[in-house]
Nanobody
Framework: QVQLVESGGGLVQPGGSLRLSCAAS????????MTWYRQAPGKDRELVASISGGGRYTNYADSVKGRFTISRDNDKNEVYLQMNSLKPEDTAVYYC?????????WGQGTQVTVSS
């Protein structure tokens, strides 16, 4: 079955960096676009970045453009989110997601806290 496992979250000071990873299994990841979302306390879940199956095309929320980079390694079935110049407003639980055969799958999420 499809499984997504995020890792790499933690506590970081403003201006710092983190790299999130999403390990995918149960499907051929190179065939599917994958997306990072985040959800802050009391707010709706929002799209952060997405990447096409082959990795050629990417899309970012305006709030993270120029600071975050999404990438993937299909040989490892992993997707990454490099987050630089982090701000307190980036604090949230970050999830990776994929739609396989019209069914959306989510990981358990990884907490990112940006605070001094």
């Amino acid at each position: 079955q499809v499984q997504l496992v995020e890792s790499g979250g933690g506590l970081v000071q403003p201006g710092g960096s983190l790299r999130l990873s999403c390990a995918a299994s149960g499907f051929t990841s190179s065939m599917y676009a994958m997306t990072w979302y985040r959800q802050a306390p009391g707010k709706d879940r929002e799209l952060v970045a997405s990447i096409s199956g082959g990795g050629r095309y990417t899309n970012y929320a305006d709030s993270v453009k120029g600071r975050f980079t999404i990438s993937r390694d299909n040989d490892k079935n992993e997707v990454y989110l490099q987050m630089n110049s982090l701000k307190p407003e980036d604090t949230a639980v970050y999830y990776c997601s994929v739609i396989v055969q019209w069914q959306a799958y989510w990981g358990q999420g990884t907490q990112v806290t940006v605070s001094s």
